[in-house]
């Protein structure tokens, strides 16, 4: 079965300053990867996975991440945050059969001006 | 395009109550889930359905929880009764059907269990 960690559970950073969220996954077979991001009082939305291809996925609002087979890892990244980027983002694996997603903890990214 | 609807968004009962919520996923839709949030943890799968049969109900406390989705369309997910630790966010999802096709969430019933 698979299982995904984030060792943060909470990350303080500055407005307009780099962050980057961590997430390993430990999987048998070939996965599927996601990162999903829940504002307060909301349900989560997708924002971004990886599927195959290209390791490199990036969201339309200037977050990234790169799958890294090899340290079974799927950091999320974005060069400048915005306050606006306050929320609690979830890593989430499912492995490419039927499988369920399972989710990771998560982390709570705190963004202060 | 409406999203995933969830009522109620919040409910408080005593243990040993019965309690139930209901979801309507985005139209077209054939795969629902209901999964529990508890506070500090992820979103765990409760139960998929494919239309209106299940898929996955492995992680269903069975002898309490119970789940339908009798006309493949909106379902209904129940706790009878409830106790202290199902005190959680009950999200709802749906995707159309396939394996990796994206889950698109509602906002959650948080139900406080005293």
């Known amino acids: 079965a698979q299982s995904v960690t984030q060792l943060d559970s909470q990350v303080p950073v500055f407005e307009e300053a780099p962050v980057e969220l961590r997430c390993n996954y430990s999987?048998?077979?070939?996965?599927?990867l996601f990162w999903y991001v829940q504002y307060p009082n909301q349900g989560l939305q997708l924002l971004l996975k990886?599927?195959?291809?290209?390791?490199l996925v990036e969201s339309i609002n200037g977050f990234e991440a790169e799958f890294n087979k090899s340290q079974t890892s799927f950091h999320l990244r974005k060069p400048s945050v915005h306050i606006s980027d306050t929320a609690e983002y979830f890593c989430a694996v499912k492995n490419t059969g039927f499988q369920k997603l399972v989710f990771g903890t998560g982390t709570r990214l705190l963004v202060s001006p | 395009e409406a999203g995933v609807a969830q009522s109620p968004r919040y409910k408080i009962i005593e243990k040993r109550q019965s309690v139930a919520f209901w979801c309507n996923p985005i139209?077209?839709?054939?795969?629902l889930y209901w999964y529990q949030q508890i506070l500090g943890q992820g979103p765990k799968l409760l139960i998929q359905?494919?239309?209106?049969?299940?898929?996955?109900d492995s992680q269903l406390p069975k002898d309490r929880f119970s789940a339908e989705r009798l006309k493949g369309v909106d379902s209904t997910l129940k706790i009878q009764p409830a106790k202290l630790e199902d005190s959680a966010v009950y999200l709802c999802a749906s995707s159309i059907a396939g394996s990796y096709n994206e889950q698109f969430f509602g906002p959650g019933t948080r139900l406080t269990v005293l």
């Open positions: 999987s048998s077979v070939s996965v599927y």
């Open positions: 139209s077209g839709h054939a795969t």
């Open positions: 990886y599927l195959s291809g290209s390791t």
């Open positions: 359905f494919q239309n209106n049969g299940v898929v996955d």
